[in-house]
Nanobody, 121 residues
């Protein structure tokens, strides 16, 4: 079994920064893709970023240049550094484990419970 636990969410002013963490337990962390998704009130869950065990990554166009995904395989943890935050970044952020960088949302097999990020104007 796999368990993912997100942390690091909170309330920040527009233009500020926040770093999210996702700790994973279970097998195959190093051979799996870990991704970040977010869901704002009244909107569908959307892809944010993903990273492979070797460090290859992919970002959505809305966060590219502002967010950075990274992972520490020794700690079984993936991070999302969020800079230049905007009110539209407000959402519940979820960590998930998937098969590939190009995987669709439904292909991610395991999900954390989410952490709230609120960006005020």
């Amino acid at each position: 079994q796999v368990q993912l636990v997100e942390s690091g969410g909170g309330l920040v002013q527009a233009g500020g920064s926040l770093r999210l963490s996702c700790a994973a337990s279970g097998r195959r962390f190093s051979s799996s893709v870990m991704g970040w998704f977010r869901q704002a009130p009244g909107k569908a869950r959307e892809f944010v970023a993903a990273i492979t065990w070797s460090g290859s990554n992919r970002y959505s166009g809305s966060v590219k240049g502002r967010f950075t995904i990274s992972r520490d395989n020794a700690k079984s943890t993936v991070y999302l550094q969020m800079n230049s935050l905007k009110p539209e970044d407000t959402a519940v952020y979820y960590c998930a484990l998937g098969p590939s960088l190009g995987a669709q949302l439904h292909e991610y097999q395991y999900w954390g419970q989410g952490t709230q990020v609120t960006v005020s104007s």
